[in-house]
């Protein structure tokens, strides 16, 4: 299994909490940037955070800086994104996606998931 697959997706009220996770092979994930966009329909992906390989390093959008915490576990080739204070806003499907370094994620990731919905009642 090449693509990462993302998990923890669901239907929450405003100012709750989600956790997705994205779980990938070891071809997929070791020395990579991992992170998240999300897509709401008929809009254009947005992409949220990513980390670098290591996890030394993170990128967050202004729309969820503050509120939402990227990590990896490389010892299960994970990564997760705690989403805090959830707002109607950030309802929208995510995606997980990897890439050589995060430059290059941001330019275009070489692998995506199929997605996890995320809806946030108001």
């Known amino acids: 299994q090449v693509q990462p697959v993302e998990s923890g997706g669901g239907l929450v009220q405003a100012g709750e909490s989600l956790r997705l996770t994205c779980t990938a092979s070891?071809?997929?994930?070791?020395?990579?940037?991992m992170g998240w966009f999300r897509q709401v329909t008929g809009k254009e992906r947005e992409g949220i955070s990513c980390t670098t390989s290591s996890g030394g390093r993170t990128f967050y959008a202004d729309s969820v800086k503050g509120r939402f915490t990227i990590s990896r576990d490389n010892a299960e080739n994970t990564v997760y994104l705690q989403m805090n204070n959830l707002e109607p806003e950030d309802t929208a499907m995510y995606y997980c996606?990897?890439?050589?370094?995060?430059?290059?994620?941001?330019?275009?990731?070489?692998?995506w998931g199929p997605g996890a919905q995320v809806t946030v009642s108001s």
């Open positions: 996606a990897a890439a050589q370094s995060m430059i290059d994620w941001i330019r275009g990731p070489d692998y």
């Open positions: 070891r071809l997929t994930f070791d020395g990579r940037a």
